[in-house]
Nanobody, 122 residues
Framework: QVQLAESGGGLVQTGGSLRLSCAPSERTVRTYNIGWFRQAPGSAREFVAAISWTGTTIDYAHSAKGRFTISRDNAKNTVYLQMDSLKPEDTAVYYC???????????????WGQGTQVTVSS
């Protein structure tokens, strides 16, 4: 069972940047399609960005386009989410997840991390 671990969350001011990382606890993420999702208090978990295992297919939620960048370094067995121009509405717990098929749908992801808190102050 692959487990994923997120890191890089924290507190940042509006307009600031953070880079989240996603790495597996055991097996490689090299052949997994990886998605980033987030969940704000009182809200459903929502899609943020996804990248195929080859890195050739990428999708972003409308709220992330132009501000967030997903990338992967398979040599380092790590997927990143660079978040720039952060807004208070980006405040949420961010999760990375792995899937054997490429998808932007939460229900297609089988392997999840514990999440990392991102807080953007106004």
């Amino acid at each position: 069972q692959v487990q994923l671990a997120e890191s890089g969350g924290g507190l940042v001011q509006t307009g600031g940047s953070l880079r989240l990382s996603c790495a597996p606890s055991e097996r490689t993420v090299r052949t997994y399609n990886i998605g980033w999702f987030r969940q704000a208090p009182g809200s459903a978990r929502e899609f943020v960005a996804a990248i195929s295992w080859t890195g050739t297919t990428i999708d972003y939620a409308h709220s992330a386009k132009g501000r967030f960048t997903i990338s992967r370094d398979n040599a380092k067995n790590t997927v990143y989410l660079q978040m720039d121009s952060l807004k208070p509405e980006d405040t949420a717990v961010y999760y990375c997840a792995g899937a054997s098929v490429y998808s932007i749908n939460l229900e297609d992801y089988r392997h999840w991390g514990q999440g990392t808190q991102v807080t953007v102050s106004s």
